[in-house]
């Protein structure tokens, strides 16, 4: 509920800006619709590191994603870990840009139901101003899909 919360108030807002910018072509007006997309990944990552925290207390590890792993394939949660595995690539591409979960992404590019780019490639929507420099596209579905799958690791694992 809270991360609904959390995204019809940044939608709002951006709705609100995007309206002024139709009247003015104001760099301030492009760069706070920016601010607005660069907030929803940071409200993405940090509700995902948050996660790997709650994890290692809850199972009393130091690594709590692999230790959720290694439980849910236990369980034979095949398609959940499958699932998690993509967006804790996906965040750790957020985060530290490419490397080894970039390359896995863009591996399995035709499976994700979100956007990264390939390399070399600049924009997701060239043109579109309020496009923020990241190589994964962060929209309500990733936010959305992202934090059902956290909740439904948490639920499998009993917490």
Do not use: P, W
């Amino acid at each position: 509920m809270s991360t609904l919360s959390t995204l019809n108030a940044m939608n709002q807002n951006y709705e609100l800006i995007s309206k002024e910018l139709e009247i003015s072509g104001s760099t301030s007006l492009v760069k706070s619709l920016q601010t607005m997309n660069l907030q929803k990944t940071i409200y993405i990552v940090g509700v995902f590191s948050f996660s790997e925290s709650m994890l290692q207390t809850a199972l009393e590890c130091k690594n709590g994603f692999m230790q959720a792993e290694k439980e849910l394939k236990a369980k034979g949660e095949t398609e959940l870990v499958k699932e998690f595995e993509i967006y804790r690539a996906a965040i750790n591409v957020l985060k530290h840009g490419q490397g080894r979960s970039y390359d896995f992404l863009l591996q399995n590019k035709a499976s994700l139901s979100f956007k990264i780019k390939d390399k070399g490639k600049f924009f997701f929507n060239e043109g579109d101003v309020s496009e923020i420099t990241a190589l994964i596209e962060v929209d309500d579905n990733f936010i959305l899909k992202c934090t059902k799958t956290i909740q439904q690791v948490c639920e499998v694992l009993g917490f």
